[in-house]
């Protein structure tokens, strides 16, 4: 069966320190994409990548970096978290180029304290 | 920029009612795709249809069915005799790669209760 694994399903930080969230993907998928979900606001699109070391910027890109070394692992980073990033976050992964539906992973919920 | 507007934020339901979940889109490529994603309490979403934007035929798969309407650009979902096991937050969402790659937009979900 197909996984989008992500490291934590809790995670809580303090304000100022540098967070990392993992994403893991089995299925030899080109694209992966991180999203956060607030109420009322959706999944808002963070960064995408369609390829290893490849990233473009989505919707919310401020206060985000990311990294993708390898084709299945894309991890979104926090440089210095600050309690607004508070939220839950959503991996996912597609295949090509075609508009493929996402596999989503079962989200982190980080709290920055 | 693409856009994606459910309007609906909460539906409550009786069971075995009928319930239709309203979506509208905004974009500037020709090409594009539509989905609706489904988020049960367990908070995994699942993926329920794919259209483009060259096939307007609606699509029955059980109880779903979806309705595509280019020239109001909406693709509106309808449970037929709603159950308990649908209640969910529910999801639009739009895809393109005119950039070349491709970029998903979602809604911001509707949340169905269906009341036993």
């Known amino acids: 069966d197909v996984k989008v694994t992500q490291s934590s399903r809790y995670l809580v930080k303090r304000t100022g320190e540098k967070v990392f969230l993992e994403c893991v993907q089995d299925m030899d998928h080109e694209n992966m994409f991180w999203y956060r979900q607030d109420p009322g606001l959706g999944l808002r699109l963070i960064y995408f990548?369609?390829?290893?070391?490849?990233?473009e910027k989505g919707d919310i890109p401020e206060g985000y970096s990311v990294s993708r070394e390898k084709k299945e692992r894309f991890s979104l980073i926090l440089e210095s978290a600050s309690t607004n990033q508070t939220s839950m976050y959503l991996c996912a992964s597609s295949w090509g180029t075609d508009n493929e539906k996402l596999f989503f992973g079962s989200g982190t919920q980080l709290s920055v304290l | 920029a693409q856009k994606v507007t459910q309007a609906q934020t909460e539906i409550s339901v009786v069971e075995k009612e009928d319930v239709t979940l309203d979506c509208v889109y905004e974009?500037?490529?020709?090409?594009?795709?539509l989905f609706w994603y489904k988020q049960p309490p367990s908070g995994e979403l699942v993926f329920l249809i794919r259209?483009?934007?060259?096939?307007?035929q609606n699509e029955i798969s059980g109880r779903y069915s979806w309705n595509f309407q280019k020239s109001t650009s909406s693709f509106n979902f309808t449970i037929t005799a709603s159950q308990v096991v649908d209640s969910a937050v529910y999801f639009c969402?739009?895809?393109?790669?005119?950039?070349?790659?491709?970029?998903?937009?979602f809604g911001t979900g509707t949340k169905l209760q269906v009341i036993p």
């Open positions: 259209r483009n934007s060259f096939d307007e």
């Open positions: 969402a739009l895809s393109s790669n005119s950039g070349g790659y491709q970029k998903v937009t």
């Open positions: 974009t500037r490529d020709t090409t594009y795709y």
């Open positions: 990548s369609y390829d290893v070391k490849m990233k």
